[in-house]
């Protein structure tokens, strides 16, 4: 079906996540719920790090040994990704099994506690879940679009051998490490269900709001310096990470484009979830994946564009669905998104980062390693980049509350706001 056989050791090494995935998504469901978001966080940070870690090792160790073989190394790849179910698992389960009994305890002396039947919960629950279910599949749908359609599509113009490489730097490289901004901002998303159920089943529509603007907020502020970041230093991130395999910078500026797209359709999609409006992202999807099925079977096989145009079809796709879920969220909820605290600050602040990291870049590259010269150059982006959030004062005294350890944050922001 997928006309690569060489994948098949690659779905070998990914087929054992499956079973720990299955067990993560109820054991965050369970916590997400009961709005313990430290079970979360602290798992995807684990997953996301041993993922990025053992990618780079597990990648360079089957280079090296293998004189650059495309098939082992994806399925080091992915074994890594495998791996780092596992450890999110192992955490998830330690969390769970030291705080059991103060759970069941909690639970019995509840004086909320409601017996229900187990047809009605079986039924509220699938209600809730399938399509929460359906944009999951569709997500799954879409990545494989890429592997039914760029080797066919690049084969018109490209040899087997070039067009399986192309579809391994698109798939293995550039989606890789466009999807790290997503594990940063997936905490804020998540947590929005729970929060704003709550919310609005109480009738306290202003915290609605408040919470979403917020939300998207931070989702701003993630999102575009990561784009605009991979966007420059798309080349030496590659040099950087994969130093014996670094081919494919400019896929990876068409995939970074995504990235804002993706995480503020990520935080929407929670949003509208949390207001009961679950069959939206679906819907936003669907629509979103078909003109991504439209893109890739036209512009891969342009010998001009390649493997290139199912990047764009990529950032496209999350462009539309994310375009749908905030019409609908805007008609359902008045969002208080200013302009010159939502894109003129955060576009601001990017565009601060992005002069000062790569004017450092030029000016140290001549006398220091390109690696090296990356390395200083991302880090000073990062604090240019903080500086400017708070210079430019993003955050208003109601943000600041609404952060973690909140009540620190604000005698903080009065001191320094002298108020």
């Excluded at 503020?264 to 994946?289: C, H, R, S, Y």
Aim: proline share 3%; with cysteine; glycine share 4%.
């Amino acid at each position: 079906m997928l006309l690569i056989p060489e994948a098949e050791l690659t779905l070998v090494a990914l087929s054992p996540s499956i079973f720990f995935v299955s067990i993560i998504s109820v054991f965050r469901g369970y916590f997400n719920g009961r709005q313990d978001m430290k079970a979360t966080a602290n798992s995807q940070t684990i997953e996301q790090l041993f993922k990025t870690i053992f990618t780079i090792v597990i990648v360079e160790v089957v280079a090296i040994y293998s004189k650059v073989n495309t098939s082992l190394m994806a399925a080091g790849a992915n074994l890594a990704t495998t791996i780092a179910t596992i450890g999110s698992f192992s955490y998830l389960y330690l969390f769970y099994k030291i705080r059991r009994k103060d759970l069941s305890k909690e639970i019995i002396s509840s004086k909320n506690y409601e017996t229900k039947s187990i047809l009605k919960t079986i039924k509220k629950v699938l209600g809730v879940s399938i399509p929460m279910s359906l944009s999951a599949i569709l997500t799954s749908i879409n990545i494989n679009i890429d592997s039914t359609t760029v080797k066919r599509g690049l084969q018109k113009f490209l040899t087997e051998g070039e067009a399986l490489k192309q579809y391994g730097i698109l798939s293995g490289k550039a989606e890789t490490l466009t999807a790290l901004p997503l594990s940063f901002n997936i905490a804020f998303a998540t947590a929005l269900v729970p929060a704003l159920t709550e919310a609005k089943t109480k009738g306290n529509i202003e915290t609605v709001k408040k919470r979403i603007s917020f939300s998207l907020l931070i989702t701003m502020l993630i999102g575009l310096p990561c784009m605009v970041g991979m966007f420059i230093f798309a080349k030496q991130i590659l040099n950087l990470i994969f130093p014996n395999a670094a081919e494919g910078a400019f896929i990876l500026q068409i995939c970074s484009l995504s990235i804002i797209f993706n995480v503020l359709e990520q935080t929407v999609n929670g949003a509208l979830q949390g207001i009961g409006k679950i069959m939206t992202p679906a819907i936003a999807l669907i629509i979103g994946v078909a003109v991504k099925f439209i893109l890739n079977i036209v512009l891969v096989q342009n010998p001009r564009i390649g493997a290139s145009g199912a990047a764009f079809a990529t950032a496209s796709c999350h462009a539309i669905a994310f375009c749908i879920g905030f019409k609908v969220l805007q008609k359902n909820i008045d969002l208080n998104l200013k302009f010159s605290s939502f894109i003129l600050k955060p576009f601001t602040a990017t565009a601060m980062m992005a002069i000062c990291s790569y004017t450092t870049y030029l000016l140290i590259c001549s006398i220091t390693s390109e690696k090296m010269a990356t390395i200083i150059s991302i880090l000073i982006a990062i604090i240019i980049y903080i500086i400017a959030v708070i210079v430019l004062k993003v955050f208003t005294k109601e943000d600041i509350l609404m952060l973690p350890m909140r009540r620190k944050n604000i005698q903080n922001f009065k001191k320094n706001s002298n108020i």
